[in-house]
């Protein structure tokens, strides 16, 4: 009796999906207001680590997600998942390589980035009634990145209220002006050798508050 075959496949599943460190500027991250953590992040600037909490908050996001991906599977809309034979849809820019991101999904009938989200009640609620742009400029961004790396026209963000198990979505189309701005922002994160200016001066700006970086830039 054969031991251990599935260990192995899983193990290698999971050493391939895993960052050992970030070496590039995440499509999650390049739309960030601080353009200095987005620089301390790609420069290998090592900030406090996550806590427990946070980590374990985002583990609950990631497991929220499938509800939608089964969901949506359930329905009979056609899904292209991550999976090691495609990479676990990681896109990439071809100008800059250093631009990447891995998207959540394909919807295969509409050939469109799928990008799951999960938010409190309140932030929801922004979500719903003032849109995506309004309430998440750096999802807005992020999704646009994807579309832009897999030249892709169109996306949709669907976000799951932790609080009420409500769902909402919000359709976006590519904007290749503003993928151009996208990747003119990357290209000076990646061509400084010093930090970029801060989002604020006072380690007190709510930015600063939580960031991983704070004790070092604001020393
Ligand atoms: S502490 Fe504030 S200014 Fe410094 S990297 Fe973080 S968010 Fe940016």
Not at 11 to 25: F, H, K, L, Q
Not at 50 to 67: A, D, N, V
Not at 127 to 146: D, E, H, M, P, S
Request: contains cysteine; glycine residues 6%; hydrophobic residues 35%.
């Amino acid at each position: 009796m054969r031991k251990g075959r599935l260990k192995g496949i899983i193990d290698a599943a999971i050493n391939v999906s895993r960052e050992t460190s970030r070496d590039y500027i995440g499509a999650s991250q390049i739309g960030d207001a601080c353009l200095r953590r987005i620089w301390y992040n790609y420069h290998g600037v090592s900030g406090a680590p996550f806590s427990t909490k946070q980590q374990r908050t985002f583990s609950i996001g990631k497991k929220l997600e499938t509800i939608v991906i089964d969901s949506l599977h359930d329905a009979g809309v056609d899904l292209i998942l991550p999976h090691v034979s495609n990479h676990y849809l990681e896109f990439f820019d071809e100008d800059i390589p250093y631009l990447r991101g891995h998207a959540d999904a394909i919807i295969k009938d509409e050939d469109a980035i799928l990008e799951i989200k999960t938010a409190k009640d309140s932030s929801f609620k922004i979500f719903v009634n003032k849109g995506l742009k309004v309430w998440n400029f750096q999802y807005y961004t992020q999704i646009q990145c994807y579309m832009g790396m897999s030249h892709k026209k169109k996306g949709y963000i669907v976000c799951i209220n932790k609080d009420t198990s409500e769902v909402w979505d919000e359709e976006v189309q590519f904007s290749p002006e503003y993928y151009d701005g996208i990747k003119a922002r990357a290209l000076l994160v990646h061509s400084h050798d010093e930090p970029l200016p801060k989002v604020n001066d006072s380690p007190f700006y709510y930015a600063c508050k939580t960031c991983q970086f704070k004790e070092i830039c604001h020393d």
